[in-house]
């Protein structure tokens, strides 16, 4: 285990700023385990800004061409996580919202909408390859980020971590794959108590509904990943099929995706003006976070 600690500590993301061809995300393979990892820094906020989510798409469709020409399985596994300290993400662009629905625009909230399920669902199904997704939360995920959290096949939240979706707050929901992931891992029941309640929970109460599925120390995020690498890859026939038997028995297809996100931007548009105050406010709070 002294080896796996050397490989997980804090030192390690630094290597991840070498020869990077994104902006707003950094990425690193490490071959010695087959795991990519792909470190969220949205600018100006950190939040899915349209940039960010184009760079993850391009990177899945990089890993998924790699996957699909080598002659060996380059990558096992595909870890979503953050460099902004004590922020994994604080979900869709409310500045971007607020004026596409001030404006009626309807087809520029549709387009990001389809962006951001388009990158959940190949998430959802670890780019219909044989690798294992797994997000890593070391901060707040709050809103699309706790949906971007769900969407992977593990999730792995460090202790004192808060998630939540907080779009109840002002009139609205969460609409890119929020309801049919929580009401898949419990219940339709539980999946719209969360959702209505606007509640930012902690690790350990997600953790104790199993929703997450890895509860780590503070500071020991990276670790627990490995960890768990360690122990599928010594049962990866078991993990595998654990994992096939997921897709047949929980699959979300993506129409049932674009159906929800259609339902969320004609609600989105229906927003009042009290509405709106309330998001500008949590405008305001998104760009405080982000800028800390």
Request: glycine share 8%; hydrophobic share 35%.
């Amino acid at each position: 285990m002294r080896n796996l600690a050397r490989v997980a500590n804090k030192d390690y993301k630094e290597l991840n700023n070498s020869n990077n061809q994104y902006s707003q995300l950094t990425t690193h393979y490490d071959g010695k385990y087959k795991v990519g990892w792909y470190y969220m820094d949205a600018q100006p906020r950190s939040c899915f800004t349209s940039t960010l989510l184009d760079q993850i798409n391009d990177y899945q469709q990089h890993v998924r061409f790699e996957m699909q020409t080598s002659e060996q399985q380059k990558y096992n596994y595909l870890v979503l996580a953050s460099n902004v300290e004590g922020i994994f993400n604080l979900g869709g662009d409310l500045a971007v919202f607020f004026e596409l629905i001030k404006q009626q625009h309807r087809e520029g909230l549709l387009a990001y909408a389809i962006k951001c399920i388009k990158v959940l669902h190949q998430n959802m199904n670890h780019l219909d390859s044989g690798l294992t997704t797994i997000s890593l939360v070391q901060g707040d995920a709050l809103g699309g980020g706790f949906e971007a959290a769900l969407s992977s096949n593990v999730l792995v939240a460090e202790r004192g971590t808060k998630l939540g979706l907080p779009e109840v707050l002002f009139n609205l929901f969460p609409g890119m794959g929020a309801y049919s992931l929580l009401s898949r891992k419990l219940n339709g029941v539980k999946a719209e108590e969360i959702i209505m309640s606007g509640k930012l929970y902690s690790a350990e109460e997600l953790f104790d509904m199993g929703v997450v599925d890895i509860l780590a120390e503070k500071g020991e995020g990276e670790l627990a990943v490995y960890r768990y690498i360690e122990s599928a890859n010594r049962k990866s026939n078991s993990h595998n099929a654990i994992r096939k038997v997921r897709d047949v028995c929980n699959r979300v297809p993506y129409q049932e995706l674009l159906d929800i996100t259609s339902i969320w931007v004609d609600s989105a548009l229906k927003l009042t003006p009290k509405d709106l105050r309330m998001m500008e406010r949590l405008v305001t709070r998104q760009n405080a976070k982000g800028n800390d």
